[in-house]
């Protein structure tokens, strides 16, 4: 198992890889204690089960990541990660862009019959009949010099995950899905996903039945506290937590001393530059025109005579889900189904694509009554009406 750690290593092996089918990668990183991740290591194991790791922080010498970046993009190569989400965020957030083309384990998983979100942990299990040894899965990786035993915990990672990722490859080949994991896949390519302004944080937090003038406030609020997180680089809880924001617009403070009583912000806070801030930043809030606070989301309540249809849709997504052995939450969750029993053409993704192919198309036929539920034998099945 080799550590890299200089530029030379690190561009002879990302060179050993170019003609690869398909490569597994991990990452460890850090941060809690930052707003940005941290990246400490980088794991990459070509079909050979050759593991490395990328010592991004070794200090031997600062290495440039630019041969990685470029293994990550060349087409000819498939990415395989597990749960990619956070991966891809610190690799677009480093690079710039986006590993393509990309192979999501887990949600090739669900496609196969695993279950919701199955972790990599039960994958190992199952697959590779192993157990994985997940006790460094909170170290801190940050520390220098690595132990063999988190070395050997990350590049266990990306060397189980070549077996796991040929079973699920040969079980989506033999059902014909390869396709779907790659609809689902792409979507985490849309670097809009990983954007993220400072002036849409406060749609993160909830208020109880909230005005417009609250949100204009918030969203002050919740602005000027994520650009002090940035700049400091440090968790925007640090600067404020999210309850105080929310008391902060509940209460809206216009004194030092008034802003003293919040919760969260001490006497001291409230009469220095902090507070001042946090002033600052209410007072934009408060002299936002009527028609430039934010709308008030507003949904209508399902009117009743939709419910039983909504009902059935439900039994059958069960139905469905288990007839084709897909994770019921991939094809739909409750928002999905709701909608689509107000308006179908309101929820695209049930009429096109492969969740057409196993589920539209028989929530169509029920709603059209050509279907219906029926129970026999203690068990629910469907009937096709002529």
Not at 19 to 37: G, K, N
Not at 144 to 167: E, G, H
Not at 204 to 232: G, H, M, N, T
């Amino acid at each position: 198992m080799t550590i890299l750690t200089t530029n030379a290593a690190l561009q002879a092996f990302c060179d050993s890889l170019k003609d690869c089918p398909y490569i597994t990668v991990d990452t460890e990183f850090m941060r809690e204690r930052t707003y940005y991740a941290k990246l400490c290591l980088i794991q990459i194991s070509g079909p050979d089960r050759d593991a490395v790791g990328i010592d991004v922080l070794a200090g031997e010498e600062e290495l440039d990541l630019s041969p990685v970046w470029e293994l990550f993009a060349n087409p000819h190569i498939l990415k395989v990660f597990h749960a990619a989400r956070q991966d891809l965020e610190i690799i677009y957030q480093l690079s710039g862009k986006l590993p393509a083309p990309l192979f999501d384990t887990q949600i090739a998983a669900m496609v196969c019959g695993y279950g919701d979100q199955v972790g990599y942990e039960a994958l190992v299990n199952d697959i590779c009949k192993a157990k994985a040894d997940k006790s460094s899965q909170f170290t801190d990786w940050s520390h220098r010099p690595l132990s063999q035993k988190q070395i050997t915990y990350a590049l266990n990672d990306v060397i189980f995950l070549k077996d796991i990722y040929q079973s699920l490859k040969q079980r989506l080949d033999k059902k014909g899905r390869g396709d779907w994991v790659l609809e689902e896949t792409n979507d985490l390519l849309s670097p809009a996903l990983y954007q993220f302004s400072p002036r849409d944080a406060w749609q993160r937090l909830k208020l109880r039945s909230p005005k417009a003038r609250d949100l204009a406030v918030l969203r002050e609020l919740a602005q000027w506290r994520e650009e002090e997180a940035q700049k400091k680089d440090v968790p925007r809880g640090r600067i404020l937590k999210d309850e105080t924001l929310l008391d902060l617009t509940y209460q809206k403070p216009r004194t030092e001393s008034e802003l003293g009583r919040i919760r969260g912000v001490t006497p001291d806070m409230a009469r220095g530059k902090f507070g001042k801030l946090i002033l600052a930043a209410m007072e934009r809030g408060l002299a936002v025109p009527d028609s430039d606070c934010p709308a008030v989301a507003v949904k209508d309540p399902l009117p009743q005579r939709l419910t039983p249809a909504l009902e059935m849709l439900k039994m059958l997504l069960r139905i469905q889900a288990s007839e084709n052995d897909v994770a019921p939450r991939l094809i739909a969750d409750s928002e999905t189904l709701e909608n689509y029993v107000r308006a179908p053409q309101s929820a695209p993704s049930l009429t096109h694509g492969w969740r057409s192919e196993i589920f539209g198309n028989e929530a169509i036929a029920m709603m059209q009554g050509k279907t219906a539920l029926s129970l026999v034998n203690g068990k629910i099945q469907k009937i096709t009406i002529s």
